[in-house]
């Protein structure tokens, strides 16, 4: 069954971080949470997360995010890595660009 539910900004925002974060979907976090409100037992979790979070929080509550040791950034140097963060950074500003065209 479908439903549409009108939640708050913060908390919509907390479950994408969560799910980011977990590797899962929203639905899936928001499946979790309704069914611990309404104290029926939880799904399998093995089926959803993954062995190694891609994403921990440090002690200090910031995201570090873990890789495969072959994975291509490990071989490029500052320049390189900052270069392509940048790009990124532009497409994303010119994406966001046309949306508010």
Do not use: N, Y
Not at 45 to 54: D, N, T
Not at 78 to 100: G, N, P, V
């Amino acid at each position: 069954m479908k439903m549409t539910l009108d939640l708050p900004d913060e908390w919509i925002r907390k479950l994408e971080i969560r799910a980011g974060i977990e590797r899962r979907t929203v639905k899936d976090i928001v499946i979790e949470v309704l069914r611990q409100g309404l104290g029926l037992p939880p799904l399998a979790l093995e089926e959803h997360r993954p062995a190694i979070a891609m994403v921990v929080m440090d002690d200090e509550g910031l995201p570090v995010i873990r890789c495969s040791p072959h994975a291509p950034a490990t071989c490029m140097s500052t320049a390189a890595l900052l270069a392509l963060e940048q790009e990124a950074q532009t497409e994303e500003d010119l994406k966001r660009d046309a949306f508010l065209v």
